[in-house]
């Protein structure tokens, strides 16, 4: 069965630092790949995803993700993060082999930011 | 273009009380989903509609949980009676997998707290 592991629960960095989240899977073949973000009191918002082709992808806010498939995993980074990115980041896995696959979630890091 | 929208955004009741919520997903999004995320956890899928169709809902306590989604379009997620563990927030997402775009869309969400 597919599962979706992000060891750190939680996450500090000052701001200006880079950031890098970490996000390991279990799964088969090559699944679909999505990282999102949750502000508080808000629903998830997606920052990126992979299906194929390039490994590094770029998505919203200065996000990007590698795929590396030797590792199975999906690490989130960023080069310098601001306060505003404060939220729970949410890694999620899909087998997208049929149209009644599903998303399975990781447990979310929550990130803080010192000032 | 719109997001998924959801309400009520809080509701706090007592438990063995029953309580309903609405979601009206992304126009031309064919396939719904309902997740409860815990707190601390990442959102776990109750029931996927596909237009009016369920296509998943092996999670779905169908104790005390319904769903339905009769028009295809907007849908009501119903708990009766409500226990102390349902405490959590419920999450609905849209994708419109007809165009092979597996990607998720969420609401806000609606806080639930049993007492």
């Known amino acids: 069965a597919q599962s979706v592991t992000q060891p750190d629960i939680h996450i500090t960095v000052s701001e200006g630092a880079s950031l890098e989240l970490r996000c390991n899977y279990s799964y088969g073949a090559t699944p679909y790949l999505f990282w999102y973000v949750q502000s508080p009191g808000q629903g998830l918002q997606l920052l990126l995803k992979?299906?194929?082709?390039?490994?590094l992808v770029q998505g919203i806010k200065g996000f990007e993700a590698e795929f590396k498939r030797s590792q199975s995993s999906f690490n989130l980074r960023k080069p310098s993060v601001h306060w505003s990115d404060a939220a729970e980041y949410f890694c999620?896995?899909?087998?997208?082999?049929?149209?009644?696959?599903?998303?399975?979630f990781g447990s979310g890091t929550r990130l803080s930011i010192r000032p | 273009e719109a997001g998924v929208a959801q309400s009520p955004r809080y509701k706090i009741i007592e438990k063995r009380q029953s309580v309903a919520f609405w979601c009206n997903p992304i126009?031309?999004?064919?396939?719904l989903y309902w997740y409860q995320q815990i707190l601390g956890q990442g959102p776990k899928l109750l029931i996927q509609f596909q237009n009016n169709g369920v296509v998943d809902d092996s999670q779905l306590p169908k104790d005390r949980f319904s769903a339905e989604r009769l028009k295809g379009v907007d849908s009501t997620l119903k708990i009766q009676p409500a226990k102390l563990e349902d405490s959590a927030v419920y999450l609905c997402?849209?994708?419109?997998?007809?165009?092979?775009?597996?990607?998720?869309?969420f609401g806000p969400g609606t806080r639930l707290t049993v007492t």
């Open positions: 992979y299906f194929s082709g390039d490994t």
């Open positions: 997402a849209s994708s419109h997998r007809a165009s092979g775009r597996v990607e998720q869309y």
């Open positions: 126009s031309g999004h064919a396939t």
């Open positions: 999620a896995v899909a087998p997208g082999y049929s149209s009644a696959s599903k998303i399975i």
